[in-house]
């Protein structure tokens, strides 16, 4: 049976033209119509597959949201393979296998009546999972080299926009240049107890969550104490909520939000190494076997070494994110 008003042409058309506003400026013509097309073929597929889906009964809202995220998908790793350097031939292929990653665990998820934030996470995982298994199978065949999987390891379009994002709100929080040599006599705003600085901070947190995607909003308040992420929602829900602190406040906030922001850890083989022994630690061969059954001969090398005190030769920020994927099974 037909989802009543859903009309995935129409649907994944709006799609791909908001996405083309989207494209790196920096991409040449036929690098933006590769990502163009992707997420345009990407979505109309999944689009379709779910209008004509007889069983699992979506509605409307779900075949959009599915679609959507397939098409958000499609669009920052297309640009996360460009980026990589990586040789065009081999695309596709790795699109294809993220494209049907999302789509049936947004399938399963969804006909389970998961949380939208739980399923956007999941997700999410999946995803980058699958790009980094796809780009470490190359470089096995020895199609690709270890420094370029290395690099395209390190793309994340995503995690750059909300870089980019962030920035950009601090930016448009700061007094214009006339405005601080016009005022050099301003006087400095009156000391606030900790309670004042704690709320000032978490408005300020709110602000920069204005101006992300809701999914994004969801998985960060979800690390926050429920109490202060309600007074996050509470200050998100001010249409003047930018009008209510001063700009000097905002600033002195994001700096020391940005003081606090964990660093980058190094990921050296001994600490993935030392990782995997404390996720597997008191697990026997036969359960670590059973766990593992599923995976690949390379991540199950890399976790059976750990075990003797041995470095399994992946590049470590692939080794840290099965080391993460193993965890989160246990």
């Not at 199950?300 to 080794?319: H, I, M, Q, S, T």
């Amino acid at each position: 049976m037909a989802i009543k008003g859903f009309n995935y042409q129409e649907f994944a058309q709006n799609l791909t033209a908001q996405a083309q506003e989207l494209v790196p400026q920096d991409f040449s013509d036929p690098e933006k119509q590769y990502v163009v097309n992707t997420l345009l073929n990407f979505s109309t597929l999944a689009g379709e597959a779910i209008y004509n889906d007889k069983e699992s009964n979506f509605n409307a809202d779900q075949a959009m949201m599915i679609t959507q995220i397939i098409a958000e998908w499609s669009f920052h790793k297309s640009v996360d393979l460009i980026r990589s350097k990586i040789p065009q031939e081999f695309w596709d292929p790795i699109m294809q296998k993220i494209a049907f990653t999302i789509f049936e665990i947004a399938k399963q998820t969804y006909k389970q009546g998961m949380p939208q934030d739980q399923v956007l996470q999941l997700i999410e995982h999946h995803v980058k999972k699958t790009y980094l298994d796809s780009i470490a199978e190359l470089k096995d065949k020895g199609l690709i080299s270890d420094s370029l999987m290395e690099q395209a390891s390190k793309q994340s379009n995503i995690d750059n926009m909300m870089q980019q994002m962030s920035e950009e709100a601090a930016e448009q929080q700061a007094p214009p240049a006339q405005a601080q040599e016009a005022a050099p006599s301003a006087q400095p705003e009156p000391p606030i107890d900790n309670q004042t600085h704690k709320i000032m901070k978490l408005a300020t947190v709110a602000l920069l969550f204005q101006r992300i995607k809701q999914e994004k909003v969801q998985s960060f308040l979800n690390k926050f104490n429920p109490d202060d992420a309600q007074t996050v929602i509470k200050y998100m829900g001010m249409p003047d909520l930018e009008s209510r602190i001063s700009v000097n406040t905002t600033l002195r906030c994001l700096n020391e939000i940005r003081t606090y922001l964990p660093k980058a850890q190094e990921l050296s083989p001994s600490k993935i190494v030392l990782k995997l022994q404390q996720v597997t630690q008191g697990m026997d061969k036969q359960q670590l076997e059973t766990l593992l059954k599923p995976e690949r001969m390379k991540v199950k090398r890399l976790v059976f070494n750990a075990l003797e005190g041995e470095y399994y030769d992946v590049a470590p920020k692939v080794a840290n994110i099965i080391a993460t994927h193993i965890q989160d099974s246990v």
